[in-house]
């Protein structure tokens, strides 16, 4: 069925590494992918996004990259402090219904 | 623009009472979803609609019920409430495919 996959489920990293989370998505024809970060007991916030004709999109230390032929993106955070500590979470816009699905959620911690 | 608006913002249920959660954007925006998060968890679709009149189930529809009469409005009824339901919801608008999705600030139920 229509899914995207995540992992790692949880990382752990020291402060100044960086930290890659992956996913995965079944339908071929999805045209957009965003990230979210999610903080304890708020809504989740667009941190990036892209688009199925871009392989790769930068945003001070957030990255993203595509593979369209492998099915899977990627957040990269370097530098990493320690306010990135949350909740992150890919999704997938399915081209064929619309529908956005996320992934099962990676939680971050950053250590001082 | 208030963005998405979703109310209530807690609410505690007895097993078998029925209630709905309400769902407003002042945005124009086609489509709106309702997501449930349970704890630790990411967010399941649970339905989706791509404009008034047009309603369609996500990945877990059961025991919820949705119309959408208005562009602006989108409430999500729980019609025999269980404790299986306890879980945080939010309620999302977008315009077209690839855009940015809002989140509202989510509602906190508990099914006892």
């Known amino acids: 069925g229509e899914n995207v996959e995540q992992h790692p489920s949880t990382l752990s990293v020291q402060e100044g590494d960086s930290a890659v989370i992956k996913c995965t998505y079944s339908d071929s024809a999805s045209n957009y992918f965003p990230w979210y970060k999610q903080e304890l007991g708020k809504r989740p916030q667009l941190i990036i996004d892209i688009r199925s004709n871009v392989g790769e999109k930068k945003d001070q230390r957030i990255a993203v990259t595509l593979n369209k032929t492998a099915k899977h993106f990627s957040l990269h955070i370097t530098e990493t402090q320690p306010e990135d500590s949350a909740v992150y979470f890919c999704a997938a816009i399915l081209h064929s219904s619309y529908k956005l699905i996320f992934g099962s959620g990676t939680r971050l911690l950053v250590r001082p | 623009n208030a963005g998405v608006t979703q109310t209530p913002k807690f609410q505690v249920l007895k097993t078998g009472q029925s209630m709905t959660l309400q769902c407003a954007q002042d945005?124009?925006?086609?489509?709106m979803s309702w997501y449930r998060q349970d704890p630790g968890m990411g967010l399941r679709l649970i339905h989706y609609s791509v404009g008034a009149g047009i309603t369609d189930q996500g990945e877990v529809p059961n025991g919820y019920n949705v119309s959408r009469s208005t562009t602006e409005d989108f409430p999500l009824r729980l019609l025999s409430a269980a404790p299986s339901q306890t879980s945080v919801y939010f309620c999302?608008?977008?315009?077209?495919?690839?855009?940015?999705?809002?989140f509202g600030e989510g509602s906190w139920l508990t099914v006892v």
């Open positions: 999302a608008s977008r315009t077209g495919k690839g855009n940015t999705i809002y």
């Open positions: 945005m124009n925006h086609e489509y």
